[in-house]
Each structure stands twice: as structure tokens, then as C-alpha cells.
């Protein structure tokens, strides 16, 4: 498996495009997004678990019920929730609109068949005479070279676009999976507001597919808290071509476990994408919990501490405050004996906190220099250690709090998240404006 360029377009088939709709008079960059598949693919989707979803959910759900999707349109600046009838219509208009406009190419596209995502201030309609006015030209754009416009088009208050490819080997082929996602803020867990579309032009069922996506997530995408609030329009969706030509995966097997490690390496980046790019962050946080009983129980410990706004905060204000840790690993509701329970924090320094962190983090985080690394609990005891260090570990772009458990099990688990900082408030205080 290697990682390559080309986002999501790489993969056999599948080209896109993003322009500037105008939906928003301060939005000066790209607005409005669509991927196109020149094939009817097997399709899957996760949402929302928010009570209050998105109309744009709503239908896409039943896109993806079907097993089928050939095109994904998304816009930005206005989410269509909270926004009754006339919203799910115009998610109906915004499919419709690129169906009629695919026809003029010469290939047929139901709008039932087509993904539409909406992301950006709740409780207002989508102007979707605007996006139904620019489609010709979203259309026309459509190309390989498109995801290029695509990636900064479904950005909202994200400072860099979300992309990543990778290329592996199912039954013999090449296959290639792609992803363009947004995300930083209103990010909790379950997913968040995160908007991700993944294509492949390996040959999968649909049945198959969610599961990739199901058992993908789990241990990515629902790893991730950056503020606590879990999202009306959080949407991760998958079509596959099958283009590549390998024997369909219609179950278990070795097949299935090559494109899984594919597609978690593909989220792993970006997880840690969305992370690092957390309203106001100054820091990449991961937590990896080691020793623990089982995954579940690594998974829900380190996403405990990563979720803490206290521990958050203290990331934020370089001290190394301990007692957040083991605070939050305590009320996790995860079994754990605190008195085998140690911990260390570990620095990366980076000439770019964002793309270092990630190019490296594939496996890890954070450096295991010693100079790097500095154990500040022992045993569930707060040990006396050299503060001078500890603040300049903190200071890293990237910083690793990694939790010893010596008497559970074996299973490790990892959770990525950021500081909480003034700037998250002061993004948020106006955010309508």
C-alpha cells in the first residue's frame, strides 16, 4: 500500500469540479462542489447520530439505501437544517439540477441516484436558484485534475483543504481509494461536522461497503473531539466503480482485509486532518492508550481524555497537569485499575505542525527521543519531574499523552483531538457573520 496524489480522482473513473455559486456574500472561494462517477456505483453512507438532522440527510439516506450513487453534490455556507419541507425540497432541486445538467453530456443519472451534502449555519435555506444558476458550469469543469477545486469548496471554517488518496493491491489489481473531507468544528466523537466522500474504483458490494465504512470509522472518524458537539449534517459516504477489475468483495476474506487497511490508513490521515485543524488549534493532540483489556476500552479511555476541555485547555496553556488525565480516564465509565495506570507526554516540533504531524503520523505522532519524552504519572501517582521540559514538550505542534495500563490486557487504542483556545470562542461568538 502506498499513498498517492490525486484525492478523488484518483481512483479509476471518477472526475470532479468546485466553483463560486455566490450562496454568500462574504464567501469570496468556492462554494459549491460535485463529484462525478462516468459509471453507476455501489454506494454506502454513515450520518448523523444528532435527533435533529439535516433535509440534506434525510435524502441522502435514501440515496444510499438504494446500494447505487453516480455523483455527489455538496455546497457550503448554509447547512439546510432546522429547515422543514422547503429545505428537503431544495435537497431535491440541488439532485435534480445536477441530473438534468449530466443529461446534456449524454449519460442518464436519476436524481435518486445522486448525493447531496450541505454544511454551514443552521435554520437558514440553501439559495438554490444559485447553485441550480452555476451548475452548466460545475459541470462542464468537471475533470481529473478537479478535486483540486473540490477540496476548498466544501470548506467552511477549516484553514487547510482535506484531502488524501492511497493505492493498494485487492485479488491481484491495483485498486485506489480517494477522500475529500471538511471538518473543524462541532466535532464530537460522531463524527462531528464533517463532511466526507470516499470513491474507489474497486469492485465491492454495497452490503460490504458500509461495513468498510462501519469498521473504519469506529476507529478513526468516531475518534476525534475537537469541541463536544456532535452535528446536524455529519455525513460519510462511499461510492466504488469497480473499475479496477477486481473479483467483486461481496464478503469476508482476504480481499476484505486489504481494502480495510487501505481505507484505515486513508482515514487514519484524515482524522488527524480534521484534529489538527480544530477551530483555534495550536496543537495536534493525539492519546494512545496501551495495556487496556480490550479496543473498545483503549478506544474509550484515550477518547475520554482527548475530549476533556479541561485537559484541552491545560494542552493549550503548556502545563502538564496531570490530574486532568487521570481525571478523565476515571469518569470515562471504562474499567481501568488507576494504581497501574502510567503516564507520559511526548513533543514533536514542526516547521509545519499540520503536514509534518500527519506525513508522520501514520504510526505515530510523537517522537520516542527520550530529549521528547517525559513520564509525569507512575503507578496512578503524580511524580515530581522537570516542569522546564515538560512546558517545552508541550509547546510541540504535535503532542502525544500516551497511557500505560500494566495490569489489564494488551489491546491499545488511539483518539486525536486538539487544544481549546481563545480563538475557538472568538470564531464561534460570530459565526453567523
Known amino acids: 500500500m502506498k499513498f498517492i496524489d490525486g484525492g478523488v480522482t484518483a481512483p479509476i473513473g471518477f472526475t470532479a469540479n468546485g466553483i463560486h455559486s ?44 438504494t446500494g447505487k450513487a453516480q455523483a455527489a453534490v455538496c455546497n457550503v ?69 478537479g ?49 466526507s466522500f470516499v470513491t474507489t474504483d474497486c469492485a465491492i458490494s454495497a452490503e460490504m461497503l458500509h461495513k468498510a465504512l462501519l469498521l473504519s470509522a469506529e476507529k478513526t472518524y468516531n475518534c476525534v473531539s475537537v469541541d463536544g458537539d456532535t452535528s446536524t449534517n455529519d455525513t460519510l459516504t462511499a461510492m466504488a466503480s469497480g473499475k479496477a477489475g477486481n473479483k467483486e468483495i461481496t464478503g469476508e476474506g482476504a480481499d476484505f482485509d486489504a481494502f480495510m487497511e487501505a481505507l484505515n490508513a486513508l482515514n487514519t490521515v484524515m482524522a488527524m486532518k480534521i484534529a489538527a485543524d480544530g477551530e483555534g488549534a495550536t496543537h495536534l493532540v493525539e492519546c494512545t492508550v496501551n495495556g ?32 486532568r488525565i487521570l481525571c478523565a480516564l476515571g469518569y470515562s465509565g471504562y474499567d481501568f485499575e488507576p494504581s497501574k495506570c502510567s503516564v507520559f507526554f511526548s513533543g514533536k516540533k514542526n516547521s509545519d505542525r499540520y503536514a509534518d504531524a500527519l506525513k508522520d503520523g501514520i504510526t ?24 522546564e521540559k515538560a512546558t517545552a514538550i508541550l509547546s510541540s505542534q504535535a503532542v502525544e499523552i500516551e497511557v500505560n495500563l500494566e495490569d489489564s490486557g494488551s489491546a491499545n487504542g488511539r483518539a486525536w483531538g486538539c487544544d481549546l483556545t481563545y480563538d475557538y470562542v472568538k470564531i464561534n461568538g460570530d459565526y453567523r457573520s
Open 147 to 195: 478535486h483540486k477545486e473540490a477540496r476548498t469548496a466544501i470548506m467552511t471554517t477549516d484553514t487547510h483543504f482535506k484531502e488524501c488518496a492511497v493505492e493498494t493491491e485487492v485479488g491481484g489489481k491495483t485498486v485506489r481509494i480517494g477522500c475529500m473531507c471538511k471538518g473543524s468544528g462541532m466535532i464530537h466523537i460522531n463524527m462531528g461536522t464533517m463532511l
Open 364 to 387: 505515530e505522532v510523537a517522537s520516542k527521543d527520550p530529549a521528547e519524552r517525559i513520564e509525569v504519572v507512575h503507578n496512578g501517582v503524580g511524580l515530581s519531574f522537570d516542569e
Open 292 to 323: 487496556a483489556k480490550d479496543e473498545k476500552t483503549a478506544r474509550g479511555l484515550a477518547k475520554a481524555v482527548i475530549s476533556s476541555s479541561l485537559v484541552k485547555a491545560a494542552i493549550y496553556g503548556r502545563d502538564a497537569n496531570c490530574g
Open 77 to 145: 455556507c448554509y447547512a439546510n437544517a432546522c429547515t422543514g419541507e422547503v429545505g428537503y425540497q431544495n435537497a431535491v432541486r440541488m439532485a435534480t439540477s445536477v441530473s438534468q445538467e449530466i443529461a446534456k453530456t449524454g449519460v442518464s443519472i436519476p436524481k435518486e441516484n445522486i448525493i447531496v451534502c450541505s454544511t454551514g449555519i443552521i435554520g437558514q435555506h440553501v439559495p438554490v436558484e444559485k447553485i441550480e444558476a452555476s451548475m452548466p458550469t460545475l459541470v462542464k469543469g468537471l475533470s481529473k485534475e
Open 22 to 65: 455566490g450562496l454568500k456574500e462574504s464567501r469570496k472561494t468556492n462554494d459549491t462542489a460535485l463529484i462525478f462517477s462516468d459509471t453507476m456505483c455501489t454506494a454506502a453512507g454513515i450520518f448523523t447520530q444528532n435527533r435533529s438532522q439535516a433535509e440534506c440527510v434525510k435524502y441522502t439516506r435514501k440515496v444510499v439505501a
